[in-house]
């Protein structure tokens, strides 16, 4: 059984600060991809960072605000966000591609969720 658990969510004005974490726990023998998504209602979901062993990648909407940031011994994913906008209003989710033993494929496990509000 494998779960992945998002925190930090929560209500904050436009210009502040929250930081999201993600932790994945259970049968895990190695993770790959790990990233956020957000989704607000009447749009599409929408990749706010990603990040692997090579690289990271932010959405066009977040960059230069947010931070992503990882901790492979723990198996946990951060999301710094600053200068929050009503925009970012959303639902986060945290993605990540893992496999359970050495000969197992890499799948894809979701969170629950966690709301973010930004509004005065």
């Known amino acids: 059984q494998v779960q992945l658990v998002e925190s930090g969510g929560g209500l904050v004005q436009p210009g502040g600060s929250l930081r999201l974490s993600c932790a994945a726990s259970g049968s895990i023998f190695s993770i790959g991809d790990m990233a956020w998504y957000r989704h607000a209602p009447a749009k599409e979901r929408e990749l706010v960072a990603i990040v692997n062993t090579l690289s990271t990648t932010y959405g066009d909407s977040v960059k230069g605000r947010f931070t992503v940031s990882r901790d492979n011994a723990k198996n946990i994913l951060y999301l710094q966000m600053n200068g929050l906008k009503p925009a970012d209003t959303a639902v986060y989710y945290c993605?990540?591609?893992?496999?359970?033993?050495?000969?197992?494929?890499?799948?894809?496990?979701w969170g629950q969720g966690t709301q973010v509000t930004v509004s005065s």
């Open positions: 993605y990540a591609a893992l496999r359970r033993s050495a000969i197992s494929p890499y799948l894809a496990y």
